[in-house]
């Protein structure tokens, strides 16, 4: 079936742009994790959401980071006023149950560069 | 701070051989762990993973073995393949209820396999 999807694969901005990432999780997945991984590091953790519950936002880096997950599917991270230091590749990841852990399903990712 | 990290940044392996890759950790809380694989250009994927009260796993060609005295991991892959040339990041979870089931993840290890 149909894995974990985003878009666009690559995006180029200039600085203090705003942009916004896409991402269609697998067909029934409750949770839904938008991820940074900077080059050559980790994956550092930025947002979960879960069902209808509120939003895990602690891993935000700053204000100027946002998502939102509409009715319980896709999501969308917007970052406004870009800077450089946002240049990274953007993972996304759902996974199907609620209450235990159970393997996340990554996306692709969207390689943000902002020049 | 609380962190999970890897010994070394790259690892080169002849094709057939075995290849251990560790990773070190710094939270006795962590309810599992897992290993993750992730090719270039591409998000990373769940190879196997290991509750806390476990001391191995074996899966297909890989084994996961836990050492909670000295808060260390080691995924071992046997008669390593081309395919597998790849980052591998350990990563750990914790779950607790209300918060989000986040991944905690290394810098990772290249993993080159060669001819």
């Known amino acids: 079936g149909a894995g974990v999807s985003q878009s666009p694969s690559n995006k180029v901005t200039e600085k203090g742009k705003d942009v916004e990432l896409r991402c269609d999780p697998i067909s029934g997945h409750t949770a839904l994790y938008w991820y940074r991984q900077s080059l050559g590091q980790g994956l550092e953790f930025l947002i979960y959401?879960?069902?209808?519950?509120?939003?895990?936002k602690s891993g935000l880096p700053s204000d100027r980071f946002s998502a939102e997950r509409t009715g319980g599917s896709v999501s969308t991270l917007t970052i406004q006023r870009t800077q450089q230091e946002d240049s990274a590749v953007y993972l996304c990841?759902?996974?199907?149950?609620?209450?235990?852990?159970?393997?996340?399903?990554f996306g692709p990712g969207t390689r943000l560069t902002v020049l | 701070g609380e962190s999970v990290g890897l010994h070394l940044p790259t690892l080169s392996v002849q094709e057939g051989d075995n290849s251990i890759i560790n990773c070190a950790y710094s939270?006795?809380?962590?309810?599992?762990f897992i290993w993750y694989k992730q090719e270039s250009g591409k998000g990373p994927q769940f190879i196997i993973d290991?509750?806390?009260?476990?001391d191995k796993r074996q899966g297909q060609r890989v084994t996961v073995l836990l050492n909670k005295t000295v808060k260390h991991l080691s995924l071992q892959i046997a008669a390593t393949q081309p395919g597998d040339s790849a980052v591998y990041f350990c990563?750990?979870?914790?779950?607790?209820?209300?918060?989000?089931?986040?991944?905690?993840f290394g810098s990772g290890t290249q993993l080159t396999v060669l001819p």
């Open positions: 990841a759902s996974s199907p149950r609620t209450i235990f852990y159970n393997e996340q399903f």
């Open positions: 990563a750990e979870i914790r779950l607790s209820s209300g918060s989000a089931r986040q991944l905690t």
């Open positions: 290991i509750r806390s009260n476990m």
């Open positions: 959401f879960q069902g209808n519950s509120a939003p895990d």
């Open positions: 939270n006795s809380a962590s309810d599992y």
